[in-house]
Nanobody
């Protein structure tokens, strides 16, 4: 059974930092791409970043480039999202998801961003 467990959310002031973690199990971690997505109240879910765990290639939404860093620890089957210089507009429920690498490298924007495996979200609240 595929499981993705996100953690690390919380309340932080604008300009602060948080690190999210996503522990994965039940699939070949090295053969997949893992991504971070977020959904703010009243808005559609959007992809924030993704990583191809086999080669470490990373991809980011323009809104977070230069502020967020995605990384993976393949030995621990865990993906991280380091979020710096947080803004109130970063407030959202953050989800991790996984699927084949092409969904990441092509920045696929179709249904569910091509991701079949989703974890429960973790809430990030950035106060102004």
């Amino acid at each position: 059974e595929v499981q993705l467990q996100a953690s690390g959310g919380g309340l932080v002031q604008a300009g602060g930092s948080l690190r999210l973690s996503c522990a994965a199990s039940g699939f070949a971690f090295d053969d997949y791409a893992l991504g971070w997505f977020r959904q703010a109240p009243g808005k559609e879910r959007e992809r924030v970043s993704c990583i191809i765990t086999e080669n470490g290639s990373t991809y980011y939404a323009n809104s977070v480039k230069g502020r967020f860093t995605i990384s993976s620890d393949n030995a621990k089957n865990t993906v991280y999202l380091q979020m710096n210089s947080l803004k109130p507009e970063d407030t959202a429920v953050y989800y991790c998801a996984g699927d084949l690498p092409w969904t990441c490298s092509s920045w696929y924007v179709g249904p569910d961003y091509g991701m079949n495996y989703w974890g429960k979200g973790t809430l990030v609240t950035v106060s102004s």
